[in-house]
Protein backbone atom coordinates (compact mmCIF):
# COMPACT_ATOMS: atom_id res chain seq x y z
CA UNK A 1 0.00 0.00 0.00
CA UNK A 2 0.90 3.59 -0.33
CA UNK A 3 0.87 6.32 2.28
CA UNK A 4 1.42 9.74 2.70
CA UNK A 5 2.05 11.94 6.08
CA UNK A 6 0.95 14.95 6.40
CA UNK A 7 3.06 16.82 9.14
CA UNK A 8 5.59 13.95 8.98
CA UNK A 9 8.05 15.37 11.24
CA UNK A 10 5.71 15.58 14.34
CA UNK A 11 7.20 12.68 16.65
CA UNK A 12 4.14 10.45 16.29
CA UNK A 13 3.81 11.26 12.74
CA UNK A 14 7.33 10.21 11.90
CA UNK A 15 7.47 6.72 14.26
CA UNK A 16 4.10 6.10 12.08
CA UNK A 17 6.09 6.63 8.90
CA UNK A 18 8.95 4.74 9.69
CA UNK A 19 6.92 1.50 11.39
CA UNK A 20 4.13 1.71 8.21
CA UNK A 21 7.73 1.56 5.40
CA UNK A 22 8.63 -1.24 7.32
CA UNK A 23 5.53 -3.37 6.97
CA UNK A 24 6.64 -3.04 3.10
CA UNK A 25 4.67 0.38 1.90
CA UNK A 26 5.91 3.03 0.33
CA UNK A 27 5.18 6.02 2.21
CA UNK A 28 6.25 9.93 1.68
CA UNK A 29 5.25 12.88 3.42
CA UNK A 30 4.54 16.62 3.81
CA UNK A 31 5.64 18.99 6.51
CA UNK A 32 5.92 22.80 6.98
CA UNK A 33 8.95 22.67 8.72
CA UNK A 34 11.94 23.16 6.51
CA UNK A 35 14.25 23.04 9.36
CA UNK A 36 16.31 20.08 10.23
CA UNK A 37 14.30 17.84 12.97
CA UNK A 38 15.97 15.20 14.93
CA UNK A 39 11.97 13.28 14.12
CA UNK A 40 13.63 13.06 10.29
CA UNK A 41 16.50 11.12 11.20
CA UNK A 42 14.80 7.92 10.27
CA UNK A 43 13.06 8.91 8.26
CA UNK A 44 16.46 9.62 6.29
CA UNK A 45 18.09 6.66 6.99
CA UNK A 46 14.71 4.53 5.25
CA UNK A 47 15.09 7.42 2.04
CA UNK A 48 11.36 8.54 2.79
CA UNK A 49 10.89 11.67 0.75
CA UNK A 50 9.70 15.06 2.39
CA UNK A 51 8.24 17.37 0.27
CA UNK A 52 7.35 21.22 1.39
CA UNK A 53 5.80 22.33 -1.21
CA UNK A 54 2.47 21.27 -3.72
CA UNK A 55 4.61 20.85 -6.74
CA UNK A 56 4.16 16.63 -6.57
CA UNK A 57 1.80 14.44 -7.21
CA UNK A 58 0.38 10.85 -5.66
CA UNK A 59 -0.39 7.95 -6.97
CA UNK A 60 -4.93 7.79 -6.67
CA UNK A 61 -4.50 4.44 -4.77
CA UNK A 62 -2.38 6.68 -2.27
CA UNK A 63 -4.06 6.54 1.84
CA UNK A 64 -3.65 10.27 3.36
CA UNK A 65 -3.15 10.18 6.91
CA UNK A 66 -2.27 13.63 8.75
CA UNK A 67 -0.80 15.53 11.98
CA UNK A 68 -3.69 16.41 14.34
CA UNK A 69 -1.36 19.50 14.44
CA UNK A 70 -2.28 20.41 11.12
CA UNK A 71 -5.72 22.15 11.31
CA UNK A 72 -8.01 20.39 8.82
CA UNK A 73 -8.21 23.71 6.53
CA UNK A 74 -4.66 23.59 6.03
CA UNK A 75 -3.51 23.77 2.34
CA UNK A 76 -1.99 20.74 1.49
CA UNK A 77 -4.64 18.60 3.75
CA UNK A 78 -7.37 20.62 1.87
CA UNK A 79 -5.59 19.68 -1.73
CA UNK A 80 -5.93 16.10 -0.90
CA UNK A 81 -9.28 16.24 0.03
CA UNK A 82 -10.32 17.81 -3.57
CA UNK A 83 -8.29 15.48 -5.46
CA UNK A 84 -10.22 12.77 -3.91
CA UNK A 85 -7.32 10.80 -1.88
CA UNK A 86 -9.05 8.48 1.04
CA UNK A 87 -7.99 9.91 4.23
CA UNK A 88 -7.73 8.06 7.58
CA UNK A 89 -7.05 9.63 10.70
CA UNK A 90 -3.71 9.19 12.47
CA UNK A 91 -5.24 6.83 15.07
CA UNK A 92 -6.79 4.08 13.51
CA UNK A 93 -3.86 3.73 11.09
CA UNK A 94 -1.86 2.96 14.73
CA UNK A 95 -4.66 1.06 16.08
CA UNK A 96 -4.26 -1.22 12.97
CA UNK A 97 -0.71 -1.92 13.73
CA UNK A 98 -1.62 -2.73 17.22
CA UNK A 99 -3.79 -5.61 16.42
CA UNK A 100 -0.92 -7.25 14.73
CA UNK A 101 1.15 -8.05 17.72
CA UNK A 102 1.26 -9.13 21.30
CA UNK A 103 1.20 -5.37 22.11
CA UNK A 104 2.36 -3.27 25.36
CA UNK A 105 0.54 0.16 25.32
CA UNK A 106 2.18 2.62 27.26
CA UNK A 107 -0.28 5.13 28.69
CA UNK A 108 -0.38 8.42 30.96
CA UNK A 109 -0.42 12.09 31.04
CA UNK A 110 3.81 12.15 32.13
CA UNK A 111 6.87 9.51 31.61
CA UNK A 112 4.87 7.39 28.71
CA UNK A 113 8.29 7.98 26.17
CA UNK A 114 10.88 6.91 28.90
CA UNK A 115 8.80 4.07 30.50
CA UNK A 116 8.38 2.83 26.44
CA UNK A 117 11.92 2.92 25.73
CA UNK A 118 13.24 1.22 28.98
CA UNK A 119 10.52 -1.89 28.19
CA UNK A 120 11.76 -2.03 24.48
CA UNK A 121 15.66 -1.86 25.65
CA UNK A 122 15.04 -4.93 27.41
CA UNK A 123 12.80 -6.70 24.97
CA UNK A 124 14.92 -5.89 22.24
CA UNK A 125 17.81 -7.31 23.83
CA UNK A 126 15.87 -10.82 25.47
CA UNK A 127 12.70 -11.40 23.66
CA UNK A 128 12.35 -9.61 20.63
CA UNK A 129 10.27 -6.97 19.83
CA UNK A 130 8.77 -4.14 17.73
CA UNK A 131 8.03 -0.58 18.98
CA UNK A 132 6.72 2.89 18.26
CA UNK A 133 8.06 5.33 20.62
CA UNK A 134 6.84 8.80 19.96
CA UNK A 135 9.99 10.30 19.99
CA UNK A 136 10.43 9.75 16.22
CA UNK A 137 11.46 6.12 16.92
CA UNK A 138 10.00 2.97 15.24
CA UNK A 139 10.83 -0.11 13.81
CA UNK A 140 8.76 -2.98 13.16
CA UNK A 141 9.77 -7.00 12.15
CA UNK A 142 6.80 -9.30 11.74
CA UNK A 143 8.72 -12.06 13.22
CA UNK A 144 8.62 -10.43 16.85
CA UNK A 145 5.79 -11.11 18.70
CA UNK A 146 5.96 -8.41 20.93
CA UNK A 147 5.09 -4.43 20.17
CA UNK A 148 5.55 -1.65 22.58
CA UNK A 149 3.61 1.60 21.34
CA UNK A 150 3.68 4.77 23.50
CA UNK A 151 -0.22 5.47 23.50
CA UNK A 152 -0.96 9.19 23.36
CA UNK A 153 -4.26 10.58 25.19
CA UNK A 154 -4.50 13.37 22.91
CA UNK A 155 -7.50 13.72 20.59
CA UNK A 156 -8.50 10.65 22.81
CA UNK A 157 -6.41 8.81 20.52
CA UNK A 158 -5.33 5.73 22.37
CA UNK A 159 -9.06 4.75 22.30
CA UNK A 160 -8.17 3.85 19.38
CA UNK A 161 -6.03 1.08 20.46
CA UNK A 162 -6.84 -2.82 21.49
CA UNK A 163 -3.39 -3.43 23.42
CA UNK A 164 -2.53 -6.94 24.77
CA UNK A 165 -0.85 -5.09 27.92
CA UNK A 166 -1.30 -1.87 29.22
CA UNK A 167 0.68 0.67 31.31
CA UNK A 168 -0.62 3.95 33.29
CA UNK A 169 2.01 5.81 34.59
CA UNK A 170 -0.25 8.94 35.87
CA UNK A 171 -3.11 10.86 35.45
CA UNK A 172 -3.62 14.24 36.09
CA UNK A 173 -5.71 16.97 33.98
CA UNK A 174 -3.40 17.91 30.56
CA UNK A 175 -5.00 18.57 27.09
CA UNK A 176 -7.97 20.24 27.78
CA UNK A 177 -8.87 21.46 24.80
CA UNK A 178 -9.98 17.63 23.83
CA UNK A 179 -11.95 16.72 27.20
CA UNK A 180 -14.41 18.19 29.18
CA UNK A 181 -13.27 18.20 32.61
CA UNK A 182 -11.00 15.71 35.08
CA UNK A 183 -13.92 12.83 35.06
CA UNK A 184 -13.74 13.10 31.34
CA UNK A 185 -10.08 12.10 31.47
CA UNK A 186 -10.85 9.42 34.37
CA UNK A 187 -13.43 7.79 32.24
CA UNK A 188 -11.24 7.72 28.68
CA UNK A 189 -8.66 6.19 30.75
CA UNK A 190 -11.03 3.69 32.01
CA UNK A 191 -12.52 2.82 28.66
CA UNK A 192 -8.43 2.36 27.09
CA UNK A 193 -8.25 -0.38 30.45
CA UNK A 194 -11.12 -2.22 29.60
CA UNK A 195 -9.72 -2.33 25.87
CA UNK A 196 -6.98 -4.34 27.08
CA UNK A 197 -7.03 -7.78 26.71
CA UNK A 198 -4.82 -9.05 29.38
CA UNK A 199 -3.75 -7.46 32.25
CA UNK A 200 -3.00 -3.90 33.33
CA UNK A 201 0.37 -2.36 35.06
CA UNK A 202 -1.04 0.89 37.04
CA UNK A 203 0.77 3.62 39.47
CA UNK A 204 -1.48 3.06 42.53
CA UNK A 205 0.06 6.15 44.05
CA UNK A 206 -1.67 8.67 41.45
CA UNK A 207 -5.12 9.35 43.19
CA UNK A 208 -6.74 9.89 39.76
CA UNK A 209 -5.45 5.97 38.98
CA UNK A 210 -7.01 4.66 41.77
CA UNK A 211 -10.28 6.06 40.40
CA UNK A 212 -10.29 3.77 37.39
CA UNK A 213 -13.31 1.55 36.53
CA UNK A 214 -11.96 -1.80 34.99
CA UNK A 215 -12.88 -5.01 34.57
CA UNK A 216 -9.45 -5.68 33.42
CA UNK A 217 -6.81 -7.35 36.08
CA UNK A 218 -4.71 -4.28 37.79
CA UNK A 219 -1.33 -4.51 39.18
CA UNK A 220 -0.74 -1.48 41.10
CA UNK A 221 2.85 0.27 41.84
CA UNK A 222 4.67 2.61 43.65
CA UNK A 223 6.10 3.91 46.63
CA UNK A 224 2.96 3.90 49.03
CA UNK A 225 2.39 0.20 50.85
CA UNK A 226 -1.09 -0.33 49.72
CA UNK A 227 0.06 -1.35 45.83
CA UNK A 228 0.94 -4.75 45.08
CA UNK A 229 4.50 -3.61 43.53
CA UNK A 230 6.03 -1.65 46.09
CA UNK A 231 9.26 0.20 46.01
CA UNK A 232 11.63 0.59 48.91
CA UNK A 233 15.04 1.69 50.03
CA UNK A 234 15.29 4.17 47.61
CA UNK A 235 18.79 6.24 47.20
CA UNK A 236 18.95 9.58 45.24
CA UNK A 237 23.08 10.32 44.37
CA UNK A 238 24.12 11.69 41.37
CA UNK A 239 25.02 8.61 39.67
CA UNK A 240 21.10 7.39 39.01
CA UNK A 241 19.07 6.10 41.77
CA UNK A 242 18.79 2.89 43.90
CA UNK A 243 16.27 1.23 44.90
CA UNK A 244 14.74 -2.82 45.60
CA UNK A 245 11.27 -3.75 44.28
CA UNK A 246 8.96 -5.90 46.04
CA UNK A 247 5.59 -7.68 45.57
CA UNK A 248 4.20 -7.64 48.95
CA UNK A 249 6.78 -8.77 51.09
CA UNK A 250 8.87 -10.63 48.64
CA UNK A 251 11.82 -9.04 47.14
CA UNK A 252 11.43 -9.13 43.35
CA UNK A 253 15.45 -7.31 43.21
CA UNK A 254 17.40 -4.97 43.65
CA UNK A 255 17.62 -2.14 40.79
CA UNK A 256 20.67 0.74 39.71
CA UNK A 257 19.23 2.80 37.27
CA UNK A 258 21.25 5.63 34.90
CA UNK A 259 18.33 7.90 35.64
CA UNK A 260 17.09 11.23 38.38
CA UNK A 261 14.22 12.02 40.35
CA UNK A 262 11.55 9.77 41.93
CA UNK A 263 8.83 10.40 38.83
CA UNK A 264 12.03 8.08 37.02
CA UNK A 265 12.07 5.15 39.38
CA UNK A 266 8.04 4.85 39.10
CA UNK A 267 9.04 4.47 35.10
CA UNK A 268 11.44 2.05 35.79
CA UNK A 269 9.47 0.13 38.23
CA UNK A 270 6.75 -0.14 35.57
CA UNK A 271 9.06 -1.39 33.00
CA UNK A 272 10.65 -3.92 35.10
CA UNK A 273 7.52 -5.40 36.45
CA UNK A 274 5.74 -5.57 32.60
CA UNK A 275 9.14 -7.20 31.68
CA UNK A 276 9.04 -9.67 34.48
CA UNK A 277 5.69 -10.28 33.92
CA UNK A 278 6.41 -11.45 30.05
CA UNK A 279 9.23 -13.88 31.59
CA UNK A 280 12.32 -11.75 31.57
CA UNK A 281 14.78 -12.73 33.82
CA UNK A 282 15.24 -10.56 36.75
CA UNK A 283 18.96 -10.53 36.64
CA UNK A 284 18.65 -9.98 32.54
CA UNK A 285 16.88 -6.97 33.51
CA UNK A 286 19.14 -5.78 36.21
CA UNK A 287 22.27 -5.77 34.07
CA UNK A 288 20.10 -4.29 31.17
CA UNK A 289 19.27 -1.31 32.75
CA UNK A 290 23.14 -0.71 33.34
CA UNK A 291 23.50 0.14 29.56
CA UNK A 292 20.02 1.89 29.02
CA UNK A 293 19.88 5.25 27.83
CA UNK A 294 17.04 7.46 27.66
CA UNK A 295 15.17 8.50 24.44
CA UNK A 296 15.59 11.83 22.43
CA UNK A 297 15.06 15.16 24.21
CA UNK A 298 14.22 13.42 27.86
CA UNK A 299 16.88 14.94 29.87
CA UNK A 300 19.89 15.01 26.99
CA UNK A 301 23.53 16.65 28.41
CA UNK A 302 25.95 18.15 26.56
CA UNK A 303 29.00 19.80 28.41
CA UNK A 304 30.12 22.63 26.52
CA UNK A 305 33.22 23.60 28.68
CA UNK A 306 32.33 24.17 32.44
CA UNK A 307 28.00 24.31 31.43
CA UNK A 308 25.85 21.79 31.36
CA UNK A 309 23.35 21.86 28.24
CA UNK A 310 20.06 19.94 29.13
CA UNK A 311 17.40 19.39 26.58
CA UNK A 312 14.19 17.90 27.53
CA UNK A 313 10.75 17.41 26.52
CA UNK A 314 9.02 18.90 29.34
CA UNK A 315 6.41 21.05 28.33
CA UNK A 316 3.54 20.53 31.77
CA UNK A 317 4.25 21.65 35.21
CA UNK A 318 4.41 18.08 36.59
CA UNK A 319 7.33 17.29 33.89
CA UNK A 320 8.97 20.54 34.21
CA UNK A 321 9.17 20.01 38.50
CA UNK A 322 10.84 16.98 37.49
CA UNK A 323 13.32 17.87 35.30
CA UNK A 324 14.66 20.69 37.41
CA UNK A 325 14.66 18.35 40.38
CA UNK A 326 16.63 15.83 38.40
CA UNK A 327 19.19 18.67 37.58
CA UNK A 328 19.22 19.27 40.93
CA UNK A 329 19.59 15.91 42.16
CA UNK A 330 22.58 15.49 39.71
CA UNK A 331 24.06 18.44 40.35
CA UNK A 332 23.56 19.31 43.91
CA UNK A 333 26.51 22.27 44.11
CA UNK A 334 25.42 24.15 40.68
CA UNK A 335 23.14 26.61 39.47
CA UNK A 336 19.95 25.46 37.96
CA UNK A 337 18.55 28.02 35.07
CA UNK A 338 14.96 26.76 33.22
CA UNK A 339 14.56 28.27 29.86
CA UNK A 340 11.28 27.16 28.88
CA UNK A 341 9.47 27.16 25.65
CA UNK A 342 5.95 27.18 26.12
CA UNK A 343 3.67 25.84 23.60
CA UNK A 344 -0.28 26.37 23.26
CA UNK A 345 -1.80 28.90 24.33
CA UNK A 346 -4.85 26.94 26.35
CA UNK A 347 -2.40 25.04 28.11
CA UNK A 348 -0.77 28.67 29.48
CA UNK A 349 -4.13 29.59 30.51
CA UNK A 350 -4.99 26.12 32.03
CA UNK A 351 -2.09 25.86 33.94
CA UNK A 352 -0.65 29.05 34.48
CA UNK A 353 -0.23 29.58 38.58
CA UNK A 354 1.37 25.26 38.35
CA UNK A 355 3.38 26.81 35.80
CA UNK A 356 4.39 29.00 37.47
CA UNK A 357 5.57 27.20 41.37
CA UNK A 358 7.66 24.40 39.20
CA UNK A 359 9.83 26.93 37.67
CA UNK A 360 10.30 28.56 40.78
CA UNK A 361 12.04 25.28 41.47
CA UNK A 362 15.05 26.97 39.20
CA UNK A 363 17.24 29.56 40.77
CA UNK A 364 17.20 31.68 37.35
CA UNK A 365 14.10 31.37 34.62
CA UNK A 366 13.54 32.75 30.68
CA UNK A 367 10.45 31.70 29.31
CA UNK A 368 10.73 32.83 25.51
CA UNK A 369 6.94 33.83 23.61
CA UNK A 370 4.28 31.04 23.00
CA UNK A 371 4.24 29.21 20.01
CA UNK A 372 1.62 27.37 18.75
CA UNK A 373 0.67 26.00 15.38
CA UNK A 374 -3.06 25.15 16.55
CA UNK A 375 -4.35 27.86 17.96
CA UNK A 376 -4.67 31.71 17.00
CA UNK A 377 -2.87 34.15 19.47
CA UNK A 378 -6.18 36.43 19.00
CA UNK A 379 -8.53 33.80 20.54
CA UNK A 380 -6.15 34.66 24.01
CA UNK A 381 -5.50 38.16 23.90
CA UNK A 382 -4.71 38.20 27.53
CA UNK A 383 -2.35 34.96 27.60
CA UNK A 384 0.95 35.68 27.16
CA UNK A 385 4.86 34.60 28.63
CA UNK A 386 4.10 37.50 30.92
CA UNK A 387 1.57 35.58 33.01
CA UNK A 388 4.68 33.74 34.38
CA UNK A 389 7.38 36.42 34.48
CA UNK A 390 5.15 38.58 36.41
CA UNK A 391 4.93 36.35 38.86
CA UNK A 392 8.19 34.60 39.59
CA UNK A 393 11.37 36.17 40.95
CA UNK A 394 14.53 36.41 38.57
CA UNK A 395 12.58 35.74 35.39
CA UNK A 396 12.80 37.11 32.09
CA UNK A 397 11.01 37.17 28.59
CA UNK A 398 13.32 36.17 25.78
CA UNK A 399 11.75 37.92 23.40
CA UNK A 400 13.36 37.09 20.26
CA UNK A 401 14.57 33.14 19.67
CA UNK A 402 17.89 34.43 17.47
CA UNK A 403 18.59 37.20 20.58
CA UNK A 404 19.59 35.19 23.39
CA UNK A 405 22.21 37.56 25.02
CA UNK A 406 20.62 37.58 28.41
CA UNK A 407 21.19 33.84 28.31
CA UNK A 408 25.70 34.74 27.92
CA UNK A 409 25.55 35.58 32.02
CA UNK A 410 24.57 31.79 32.37
CA UNK A 411 28.21 30.57 31.48
CA UNK A 412 29.44 28.04 33.61
CA UNK A 413 25.71 26.67 34.87
CA UNK A 414 23.37 24.17 34.40
CA UNK A 415 21.01 25.61 31.73
CA UNK A 416 17.66 23.23 31.16
CA UNK A 417 15.79 24.05 27.93
CA UNK A 418 12.41 22.60 27.74
CA UNK A 419 9.64 22.73 25.80
CA UNK A 420 7.40 20.03 23.90
CA UNK A 421 8.68 22.15 20.48
CA UNK A 422 12.23 22.29 19.07
CA UNK A 423 14.22 24.38 21.36
CA UNK A 424 17.36 23.36 18.76
CA UNK A 425 17.99 26.40 17.38
CA UNK A 426 18.29 28.34 21.00
CA UNK A 427 20.96 25.55 22.35
CA UNK A 428 22.97 26.30 18.82
CA UNK A 429 22.64 29.74 19.92
CA UNK A 430 23.16 29.61 23.42
CA UNK A 431 26.34 27.46 22.72
CA UNK A 432 27.90 29.97 19.87
CA UNK A 433 27.72 32.63 22.75
CA UNK A 434 29.77 30.81 25.31
Same mark, same amino acid.
Given at each position: ???? @???????? *?????????????????????????????????????????????????????????????????????? %??? *?????????? !??????????????????????????????????????????????? %????????????????????????????????? *?? @?? $???? !??????????????????? @??? &??????????? %??????????????????????????? !?????????????????????????????????????????????????????????????????????? /???????? /????? /????????????????????????? /? &?????????????????????????????????????? %??????????? $??????????? &??? @???????? &???????????
Amino acid at each position: MKYY @CIGIKGTG *MSTLAQILFDLGNEVSGYDDAVDYKFTQKGLEERNIPIYYDDNHELDKDTIVTYSVAFSLNHPELRRMRE %KGY *MIKKYSQIVG !DVVKMFETISVAGTHGKTTTSSLIRHILHNTLGCSYFVGAGDGFVDL %KRPYFVIESDEYNKHFLDYYPKYSIITNMEKEH *ME @CY $EDLD !DIIHSFSQFANQTDKFVVA @CGD &NENVRKLTTNT %KVYYYGFQEDNDVIIRNIELTDMGSIF !DIYIGEEKLGHFDVPLYGNHMILNATAAIFMCYKLGVEIEKIRHLLASFQNAPRRFVEEVVGDTIIVDDY /AHHPTEIR /ATLEA /ARQKYPNRKIVAVFRPNTYSRLKDF /A &NDFIESLKVADKVYVTEVVSNRERQEDYSNITSKVLTD %KIDNSQIIEND $EDISKLKSEKG &NVV @CFMGCISV &NHLIDNFKNSI
